[in-house]
């Protein structure tokens, strides 16, 4: 959740692993840390040795307090108030792709074309850095806001993998493919092929739908090609952010990387 103050944007992350990640990416952009009075964790000793050492403003606070401002989310004990940073564009597209290609990384795209719940917008991202991937594309206008709970949900990756929110999708799929030699390949229930027949090698997108009603059709024809995860009789399908897992780690997988 972003909020505007005199001082500029702001927003919170909560949560120990979600904190964890912003100290250690960006402790600059910290602006206040609230701890939970009388909880005893040595993880939250270990964060607060941590706020010490960069001289981080602190205050125990109850957990009504911290209840309310996460909005009921799961914040362990811990918030932070953090310095917000723009959202990231097309336009930053090429420098992202061209940063991850310099320093060796996978050219390895996970693309969510509406996917609306904040916590399977995290997972996903979760998965995506996980496996590898360079970078996390949504549609600006169709998609779940980088909320709090996306932040805890994605755990590290809120702080370094980047999530790029894109004005027209299909026209990033073009680019992808035509300026970046990219290959883009849906996920749908109802493909012929399945992803472990597929070629996942290489420059690669994938490309995985809504919850409720998968891919818009022009998303989809604009796939170089579509499969799906073969599931057992009687499932028709599985959570996105399950399915996004499975999908990444079998290009993992075909690449042959090694931790």
Request: glycine letters at 8%.
């Amino acid at each position: 959740m972003i909020h505007k103050s005199k001082k500029g944007l702001r927003e919170l992350v909560y949560g120990i692993n979600a904190v964890t990640a912003a100290l250690e990416s960006a402790p600059e952009s910290i602006i206040t840390a609230y701890i939970l009075k009388g909880k005893e964790d040595k993880r939250l000793e270990t964060i607060v040795h941590l706020l010490k050492a960069y001289g981080i403003s602190m205050q125990h606070s109850s957990r009504q307090y911290l209840d309310e401002r996460s909005q009921g989310g799961v914040h362990q004990g811990i918030m932070l108030e953090v310095k917000a940073s723009p959202p990231l564009t097309e336009r930053d597209l090429p420098a992202i792709l061209d940063k991850a290609q310099d320093n060796g990384q996978d050219m390895l795209a996970l693309i969510l074309d509406g996917v609306t719940d904040p916590h399977n917008l995290g997972a996903c991202m979760r998965s995506a850095w996980g496996a590898g991937a360079c970078c996390v594309i949504v549609p600006k206008d169709k998609s779940a806001s980088f909320t709090a709970a996306a932040k805890k949900a994605a755990s590290g990756a809120a702080a370094v993998m980047p999530l790029v929110y894109v004005t027209n999708l299909a026209r990033t799929i073009e680019y992808l493919q035509d300026e970046r030699d990219f290959r883009v390949v849906g996920m749908a229930g109802e493909a012929e092929d399945d992803i472990y027949k597929s070629d996942l090698t290489g420059a690669l997108a994938l490309v995985m739908g809504s919850e409720e009603s998968g891919m818009r059709r022009l998303t989809r024809e604009k796939c170089d090609s579509i499969t799906k995860i073969p599931m057992a009789a009687g499932v028709e399908s599985l959570n996105v952010s399950v399915a996004a897992g499975i999908a990444l780690f079998e290009a993992r997988r075909q690449r042959g990387l090694q931790d």
